[in-house]
């Protein structure tokens, strides 16, 4: 399928979607849809340095916070639109990547791993004693109930849905160009056989620093509308455990190597999530994640999209 047929019919999709929230007079499914979104966002971000290239990253939660926290800085220097919040946050946040990046990809392995969260803990310390932002107390965001559209009034959570849903569409477009691309073949040579990669002239380098710089843009544009999102924004909610667990569960059970594996682990994890956080509690969540990750990892190591090609594989021969 070509580029432009495929993002036809997602931005087909993303509207179907949008329309259909409309109909339902319950604005829980706007907050509850826009954590999901959210979480492709992430999920796919992640899949770029994690899938793609093979590299683990624990530090998602870090660049989600650094987008939440950019929009918390401008928000009290210089109040912008948010749309121009996501692309700042994702400026800054691929700025970070980069460095990350450059500092780190010399590492391999669970040296990796373990450096990405390191970085988290340092950008939280930081955040923790920088008072301009809230330090530890934590930050108001105080933003209208409704947004005035051409004359009509919506409510805000349907405006930050349709944000989100425009980003979600973005990542995915970013992803699924990125595999069908010589980049994604790059990528694709450092997770299989990085030796033999740079023995074969490939800029492993070069490569790794722009998935790194990609995948930290992303995050950091996910993050940056979360502060209007609750109206209140602190360390403890921004660096959260989840993020930087469902970031890595998501594509794992979906599927890595793949932009539809991201997709689907997100949206199937994120719905659980939110019926159980309704039904039972939120405390619950990361347990369900460790169950569907333990389970997965057993019953289907390449996730939901391998074990559909496997089944297909059988029903060929």
Known sequence: MRSRTFLLILVAAAAALFALAQLVSNNYYFFAGYTVLQFIVLATAWNILGGYCGYVNFGSAAFFAVGAYTSVFLHKTYPLPIPLLILAGGVIAGIIGFGMGYLTLRLRGSFFAIATLALAVVLQTLVVNWDYVGGSRGAYV?????????GYQIPYIEYLFLLMLILAVVAIMTARTIERSRLGFGFATIRDDELAAEACGVPTLRLKLIATTLSGALMGMAGAPFPYYLGFLQPQSAFALDYAVNSIAMPMIGGTGSWLGPLIGAVLLGTIQQVATVTISSAVNVLIVGVL????????????????????????R
Do not use: S
């Open 293 to 316: 990750l333990v389970a997965f990892v057993i019953i289907a190591p390449n996730g939901i999209v391998g074990l559909v090609q496997n089944m297909r594989r059988r029903e060929r």
């Open 142 to 150: 105080i933003r209208p109930n409704t947004l005035d559209v051409l």
